[in-house]
């Protein structure tokens, strides 16, 4: 790949062809390991990446046969997604998985030691996990209290439909943290992102909650959805995550969303941008600045491509967010 083509180029953190080097970079991003090259030929390590400690996204390859022998992560998962080559994963339990571009990839349990070798041509987008920020993801999730680790499968199907979404919503990811002006600044959507990924991997991967994920949420009444309701009108120009939503009503994200469904026939964030966008109407009605800019406003409340949201404004009012202006003049 070259390096125009890099995923999350913008977050550079090494290019180099020192073995030390190389090692102490990805120990500082992701996990101590030992590095191991397969012969003594040339080595172009790549390094990118972005996050903090509860989720990091990364670009890594090395363009040499190498092998890395990894403690367990203890407080992390690390989600391995081969985007290039192939690679080859062996646990301390005896467990082994294979990984070929597009197809594959490997969930590093947190209290597993395991070693990886990585072809000449591999690549990966790699993310990290923190065990609080995934297992409080399921317990939302599930409406549990998840107290040990989700014990998953050491190879990640990416051919199945789960799969294929799980391996776009990464590569998703890694697209928009690299556009300039795009989502990296934005923690409202990079959150809401991360919880995609996070419920994309609870389903394509087979883990301990499996068969609970599979079987039908339990749906709630329209007066115990008043609280969510609530929660969305007291809340609305703050950054809500479904997650604040399912604890608002005492559910679980599950039994939100199969409720919202069921009762109201949309989405629970739906329903909140519907909220949103009253607020704006109501503010663009009342409005006595000539310098107001509508992108500006949109955005406040959460609406951050100006095209999509007229288009959705005028879906919703019969006309532009301007014409309003114009008409309450």
């Not at 990364?58 to 391995?80: I, R, V, W």
């Not at 192939?86 to 594959?104: C, F, I, L, P, Y």
């Not at 490997?106 to 395991?114: A, N, Q, T, V, Y």
Request: charged share 20%; hydrophobic share 40%; aromatic share 6%.
């Amino acid at each position: 790949m070259n390096e125009a083509a890099e995923p999350l180029s913008r977050f550079p953190i090494i290019h180099t062809t020192d073995i030390d080097e190389a090692r102490e970079a990805v120990s500082g991003v992701y996990l101590p390991h030992q590095l191991v090259r397969a012969s003594a030929g040339p080595m172009e390590m790549v390094l990118n990446a972005c996050g903090d400690r509860d989720v990091t996204i990364g670009y890594l390859t090395y363009h040499a046969e190498t092998t890395l022998h990894m403690p367990a992560p203890e407080d992390f998962y690390h989600l391995n997604l081969t985007t290039a080559g192939q690679t080859s994963g062996a646990r301390e339990d005896r467990v082994n998985a294979d990984t070929t571009a597009g197809e594959s990839g490997l969930l590093l349990m947190p209290d597993r030691d395991c070693s990886v070798k990585w072809s000449a041509d591999a690549e990966q987008l790699i993310l990290r996990f923190s065990r609080t920020k995934l297992e409080n993801h399921a317990s939302d999730l599930l409406g549990l209290n998840i107290g040990e680790p989700v014990e998953f499968n050491f190879g990640v199907d990416l051919t199945t439909a789960r799969g294929r979404s799980l391996l776009a919503s990464a590569e998703f990811m890694a697209t928009e943290m690299n556009r300039v002006g795009g989502i990296s600044d934005n923690p409202l959507i990079v959150d809401q992102l991360e919880s995609f990924i996070m419920s994309n991997l609870l389903l394509a991967v087979p883990n301990t909650h499996s068969e609970t994920l599979a079987t039908p949420a339990p749906t709630v009444s329209l007066g115990r959805l008043k609280p969510v309701v609530n929660f969305m009108e007291a809340n609305a120009d703050e950054a809500i995550t479904p997650a604040e939503l399912a604890r608002a009503g005492h559910m679980s994200i599950r039994t939100l969303h199969a409720s919202f469904q069921q009762v109201l026939q949309t989405t629970p964030m739906d329903y909140l941008r519907r909220i949103r966008m009253e607020r704006i109407r109501a503010e663009l009605i009342s409005n006595s600045d000539p310098d107001l800019k509508i992108t500006d406003l949109a955005a406040r409340w959460g609406f951050y491509h100006p095209s999509r949201f007229a288009a959705r404004y005028r879906e919703t009012y019969g006309e532009l967010p301007s014409e309003t202006i114009l008409r309450h003049r």
